[in-house]
């Protein structure tokens, strides 16, 4: 590889800041670095599972540390495959069979060569899994389903259509039906389609296959391949065989994965595949996913989730987005990529906070902030949304209410903050929103009813919030923990006020403003940064905190506000009024080893 120029303090010049020529000669010497060993342009003789698992294992290919742990994952199953407590084998003919089925008759449809696809080594690693490890006595796959995260333009499509074909027609099944699915019908349409154009550029696949206008029969085997969105799903009559959820991070909620997983009941190897870039959905069902991936590949001789395959190709941090060579890592296909165009784009891209946004989050595979001026990037709520306590810790910790009042007919939300004795915080937070608000929000009812069972969210009954919901939580609350002081904004707050006040709660105004809140916003901030906020993964003040946005007046003070109606922060403006309280006395023990309140003034 060429040698790079060094800056006036000796460090290396990032490839991205170089001329269009020295990119040009970098790239041609990074694509024929990786030829013929990693950079297939034939396909391969042999099966390429563990030939890519190697690699990853020996670092001769930069890895996510999540890929990583998949391959250690996949090495220790196969040490003891074939054993008394797993029962599971590495079938090398089985985990082959799809990949060369793709090869053989799968056109590209995207660079207009016509050329069969070549199936790269990541994607043996991928495929070759979820077909290859079946079980030793009956030969049933072992993955019922798989997690499948990359980068845009790394060959989703050619995974979901190759194997919604192979699924359909050869995979030895009959009456086998395929769904290619996607949160919107838009979406789901064009996947089918992409399959449908595939089949036709295949002699051997359009003789077999009838491509209809909603969808594509196998006769032989009276099998099907059709797309399903949310939009549009019913929730009986399915037969699923195979179901490919493309780009998940834009679900809300699990309605229509469950209705796949239940349609499965009837066939003996089903199989779901879930396959995406990262998003910005910070409560669907990918967060989720990919929380329980780290669990399980961190600590995979656990067996937990053994029957879940998972490849989550990333960044391991925004630190490395400037290095190109490290690209590979959230991008497996990168060598096969446009990358000069790709060097030259992100040069100009990340001066842009919109279009550098859309590069970490669909490039770099980084879970990132809503707008440059988000509040917190999503990074950093995930990193503190794994932060948990026994509540019993906090028996004898006395907590700083702050509640927010919105409009009666719209959310409203309560916060206890308690400074707990290592300097972190723990934040309970509950909200309330009446039932007229819950009956026109349609699309979030699945969501409420999740915050609902989880104990975050109250739905009262009828067209407004009734405060005495709220004063009966904090008098509840009163009993458990004995709350020391309510900090409160006094905009619409008379009734609760008054009521507080006269059950004894000792109560101090929070004015809203950049005066009053700044301060401790920054201090909250950077408590999350520092990965010590507690919340015991609350899944509606995630939500909360990823709807925040800063506005910032001429001094460079900032307050958050929320991004749109429709965004709300009312949990965490509730924890913010708290934290007025509380800011002071982490900064005074941070600096004597004691707590004593104090105020903003005095520091």
Avoid: C
């Avoid at 389903?145 to 074909?165: Q, V, Y």
């Avoid at 809503?370 to 306590?389: K, M, P, V, W």
């Avoid at 005066?515 to 609350?538: C, R, S």
């Avoid at 006395?585 to 004691?594: D, H, I, N, P, V």
């Amino acid at each position: 590889m060429q040698e790079r120029k060094m800056s006036v303090s000796g460090t290396k010049i990032s490839i991205i800041e170089e001329s269009y020529a020295r990119q040009e000669s970098w790239w041609k010497d990074y694509v024929d670095k990786y030829r013929d060993w990693y950079y297939l342009t034939k396909p391969s003789k042999m099966l390429l599972t563990n030939y890519y698992a190697e690699l990853i294992r020996d670092e001769e290919v930069p890895a996510g540390i999540m890929v990583k742990q998949a391959v250690d994952r996949h090495f220790r199953d196969i040490e003891r495959q074939g054993t008394k407590d797993f029962p599971w084998v590495f079938d090398e003919e089985k985990a082959w069979r799809p990949i060369r089925f793709i090869e053989e008759n799968i056109k590209s449809s995207t660079d207009g060569s016509g050329k069969n696809i070549v199936m790269q080594p990541f994607q043996h690693f991928i495929i070759g899994s979820l077909f290859g490890w079946v079980h030793k006595d009956t030969g049933l796959r072992r993955f019922k389903e798989g997690l499948i995260f990359l980068s845009r333009k790394n060959g989703k499509t050619t995974l979901i259509s190759g194997l919604a074909s192979y699924m359909a027609g050869f995979d030895n099944e009959k009456g086998a039906q395929i769904y290619a699915l996607a949160n919107r019908a838009d979406q789901s349409r064009l996947l089918f389609e992409e399959t449908g154009k595939m089949i036709k550029a295949s002699p051997f696949l359009s003789d077999r296959f009838v491509t209809k206008k909603t969808e594509i029969e196998y006769p032989k085997s009276n099998s099907i391949i059709k797309a399903l969105s949310a939009e549009k799903s019913g929730k009986d009559g399915y037969n699923t065989h195979m179901a490919v959820f493309d780009e998940i991070h834009e679900y809300k909620d699990y309605s229509l994965i469950n209705v796949m997983r239940n349609s499965m009941g009837m066939r003996s190897q089903p199989m779901t595949i879930y396959i995406t870039t990262a998003g910005y959905e910070l409560n669907g069902p990918l967060v989720e996913m990919i929380a329980t991936a780290r669990g399980v590949l961190s600590h995979y001789e656990n067996n937990e989730n053994e029957r879940t395959f998972y490849y989550l190709a990333a960044m391991d941090s925004e630190n490395e987005i400037d290095d190109p060579e490290l690209w590979i890592k959230a991008n497996p296909n990168f060598p096969m990529m446009q990358g000069l165009n790709m060097l030259s784009s992100w040069k100009s891209s990340r001066r842009v906070p919109g279009e550098k946004l859309d590069w970490i989050t669909k490039v770099f595979n980084i879970f990132s902030e809503s707008s440059e001026l988000s509040f917190l990037d999503n990074e950093t709520i995930l990193s503190n949304a794994e932060n948990h306590i026994d509540l019993d810790e906090l028996k004898l910790i006395r907590p700083v209410a702050g509640f927010d009042l919105s409009e009666t007919e719209d959310f409203t939300a309560v916060t206890l903050e308690f400074p707990l004795p290592d300097g972190r915080i723990y934040l309970m937070s509950h909200s309330f929103v009446p039932q007229s608000k819950y009956d026109k929000d349609v699309d979030r009812q699945p969501t409420y009813r999740k915050w609902e069972a989880e104990g975050d969210l109250t739905i009262i009954p009828g067209k407004i919030v009734d405060y005495e919901y709220i004063l009966n939580y904090i008098k509840e609350k009163d009993k458990e923990y004995r709350v020391r002081q309510i900090n409160y904004d006094p905009a619409k707050a008379i009734f609760l006020q008054s009521a507080l006040e006269q059950e004894g709660f000792k109560l101090e105004v929070t004015r809203q403003g950049f005066t009053t809140l700044g301060g401790p916003t920054q201090n909250f901030k950077e408590l999350m940064i520092a990965n010590k906020v507690v919340f015991n993964n609350n899944s509606m003040l995630k939500w909360y905190m990823s709807n925040a946005t800063l506005v910032r007046d001429r001094n460079d003070n900032f307050m958050i506000t929320k991004a749109n109606h429709n965004r709300k922060i009312d949990g965490l403006a509730a924890a913010l009024n708290a934290h007025v309280k509380i800011a002071p006395e982490l900064a005074k023990k941070k600096s004597s080893g004691f707590i004593q309140t104090i105020s903003w003034d005095d520091l």
